[in-house]
């Protein structure tokens, strides 16, 4: 039976796919497969029934038939709902109080428009109403009518300098045609990365793990990483290989203080800028180094019916590569950017982000890779952190990725950043094809093992751009421990 928030999700799906000329005709399907315990409970937490997945959870576990596996795969469901419950702390009575400080004469009309139409991110626990930490903010995002109720001062929301179009976009694309270069105003950077675990979170004398994201070379894109410091001494640098790299470190907890960790390195990143000319791109060859690039890989990259009518909506007849990237950038870059719950918390990252009617980084990334990859186009994951030099205090968490065009190889690709406003096709694409030299990638995939492999659950079960932590006890959850990310522009030498 459909409910009521089930036709308000419909509608405000539906918004959405109006944007990009797709009328709404899909159900909202649950995940649960016929004789899948696990998928059962799965579906039941994503719509709001812990009770109903705590039993069953309970259950399972007391079976003798779960194996190791299955037990850790049921122990992380539970696990999920706690994380849920950080994320949807307030109730009707606190969002109501957030918004009024924005809003001081907010009518309960207007209150339960915006909520009907889905504008203010709940989830129903077992009935009752609860509302997403950052609800309040991303109403202002998401909804017109709401940011014109917003009393003066309004203090417009923080956007990175290279949103939009910027000088060093035209420097780039100037220098890359004058050069013939591909990769070109390389910027050295030193970078330290702190996370310091709360007092007492771990008993005294207990060693506490902990990795801290380290950047890898990446032909083109990044090079000459140095290790400066570090505390403790002597880190364990994750090798090149690593898709996930990291600074792995260790030391006992201490009575009453907060046991901390830190890793100073440098780094040279360049911006990139391939000139694609469409006519000569051609349709990739799967080879065994592409395969992985084409494939599904639950459970945030599933080619689910719905996906598949959408994408045959926004390419149409288009068989040309680059020119199906470009509908399908244009398509996933229409949706708005909100902020989003913890990613292991979402059971399946890129239905989510098509589904729900905003996004952020990682989520429009992961639903443009799953697109690209359902047309034959490879396309892969990278993520780090932003930083600028126009900005002062300015640097965030990122998510972006690339697609492999033949014969180009490997280029760049930032949906979220999106298209720029120009008419200039070299400038208004700059993000389809390259990328600013103001970002430092840890990952070159997601979802894949450290080095030292990680005991327990990781809190960030795709990227890693905070860090983790974990000892004997288990693992150490965002709640338990705070993080800086600290940078630094060098001379070209080197020298600070």
Known sequence: ?????????????????????????????????????????????????????????????????????????????????????????????????????????????EFQRWDSAGLIERLDIDGEPRYFNRSVSNLFRLSPEAAARRAPPVRPFAQGPYEALH????????????????????????????????????????????????????????EAIALVTSQPARPQVAPER?????????????????????????????????????????????TPELAPFLAERAPHVVFNDDLRRFSEQVVGGEKNPYRVAQKLFAAVDRIPWAGAR????????????FRAGHADCGQQTLLLITLLRMNGIPARWQSGWAYSEDVEGHDTMHDWGALYLAPYGWVPMDV????????????????????????VAFNDDYSREFIP????????????????????????????????????????????
Not at 342 to 353: K, V
């Open 167 to 222: 000088r060093h976009h035209r420097d780039v694309v100037q220098v890359a045609k004058a050069t013939g270069a591909t990769s070109v105003l390389p910027r050295r950077v030193r970078i330290t990365h702190t996370l310091s675990v709360k007092p007492d979170a771990v008993p005294a004398g207990e060693t506490v793990r902990a990795w801290l994201p380290y950047p890898r070379a990446i032909a083109g894109q990044q």
């Open 242 to 286: 690593a898709l996930q790299r990291t600074a792995y470190l260790e030391q006992p907890a201490v009575a009453g203080v907060p046991t901390t960790f830190s890793v100073t390195y440098e780094v040279t990143v360049h911006a990139r800028r391939v000139a694609i000319d469409p006519e000569r791109v051609v349709l990739a060859i799967a």
């Open 1 to 109: 039976m459909t409910t009521e928030r089930g036709r308000r999700t419909r509608r405000r799906v539906a918004a959405w796919l109006s944007l990009c000329g797709w009328p709404m005709v899909l159900p909202l399907p649950g995940l649960a497969t016929a004789g899948d315990p696990l998928a059962v409970i799965v579906a039941d937490i994503d719509q709001g029934r812990f009770r109903d997945a705590e039993i069953a959870i309970a259950q399972a576990l007391a079976s003798r038939d779960a194996d190791t596996a299955g037990r850790d795969a049921l122990l992380f469901q539970r696990e999920r709902m706690r994380r849920m419950r950080l994320d949807f702390t307030l109730d009707a009575t606190a969002v109501r109080e957030r918004i009024r400080t924005h809003v001081p004469d907010l009518g309960e009309d």
């Open 416 to 439: 979220t950043t999106g298209q720029l406003d120009s008419d200039d096709p070299a400038l208004r694409w700059f993000y389809l094809g390259g990328l600013d030299a103001y970002r």
């Open 453 to 496: 492999a990680k005991q327990h659950v990781r809190s960030e079960t795709v990227d890693l751009q905070r860090g983790e932590v974990e000892w004997k006890g288990g693992n150490l959850y965002f709640d338990q421990w705070d993080y800086t990310f600290e940078w630094t522009m060098l001379p070209r030498d080197g020298r600070g």
């Open 342 to 353: 913890e990613y292991s918390t979402i059971s399946n990252i890129s239905d989510h982000a």
